[in-house]
Nanobody
Framework: VQLQASGGGLVQTGGSLRLSCSAS????????MNWFRQAPGKAREFVAG????????IYADFGKGRFTISRDNAGQTSDLQLNSLQPEDTAVYYC?????????????WGQGTQVTVSS
């Protein structure tokens, strides 16, 4: 599975962005999809995950109520809707495919997309 993330950009505090991860390969629907982020000088952290069927989602505490992960197996995409963005959300966001939606044991990674939130 090859993954490509897009949709990042510069927004003001309180704004929204929708990130998208496009996948190639015929096994996309068998993988859980996850999103991570890495801010400058910080370790990469889990943001959200969704099971292969889309019936279960998991969020990091900082994303609950603000972020929404989804997937479209027919279109082989996974999106991450980011609302009420804050400057501390500034980071490079990555999508990844793996066997679980909790950020553990990813098999494939996409390149990152930069999200910058201005104060």
């Amino acid at each position: 599975v090859q993954l490509q993330a897009s949709g990042g950009g510069l927004v003001q505090t309180g704004g929204s962005l929708r990130l998208s991860c496009s996948a190639s390969g015929r096994t996309f629907s068998t993988y859980a999809m996850n999103w991570f982020r890495q801010a400058p000088g910080k370790a990469r952290e889990f943001v959200a995950g969704i099971t292969s069927t889309g019936d279960t989602t998991i969020y990091a505490d900082f994303g609950k109520g603000r972020f929404t992960i989804s997937r479209d197996n027919a279109g082989q995409t996974s999106d991450l809707q980011l609302n009420s963005l804050q400057p501390e959300d500034t980071a490079v966001y990555y999508c990844a495919a793996g066997r679980s939606p909790n950020g553990v044991g990813m098999d494939y990674w996409g390149q990152g997309t930069q999200v910058t939130v201005s104060s």
